[in-house]
């Protein structure tokens, strides 16, 4: 059962014959503007549970190793949308 604290996560694909899009979108707190810049920076983490700050970077430079792209938009209090693009193969 779902309570009013729940939080939606969507997935989203679309595409054309070059490129295959991805974008993962939420309804959290979203990413205050002062610290979007820095969310794929090594080390970087606002994580209070110890977390080392490299998630999102590993993730960034293994879809830049396929040639591929990873942005994120983001409004606080109304959710992140990360987006990763990725060339398809000829």
């Known amino acids: 059962m779902l309570d009013s604290a729940t939080k939606e996560i969507s997935l989203i694909t679309a595409g054309d014959e070059s490129t295959f899009i ?43 190793a396929h040639r591929g792209k990873l942005s994120v938009d983001s409004e606080p209090d109304k959710g992140s949308c990360f987006t990763i693009e990725l060339p398809r193969r000829a």
Do not use: M, N, Y
Request: no cysteine.
């Open 22 to 64: 991805l974008q993962i979108r939420d309804s959290g707190i979203g990413i205050a503007p002062a610290i979007l810049k820095q969310i794929f920076d090594p080390f970087f983490t606002t994580s209070a549970s110890g977390g080392t700050g490299l998630g999102l970077h590993i993730v960034k430079s293994i879809i830049e």
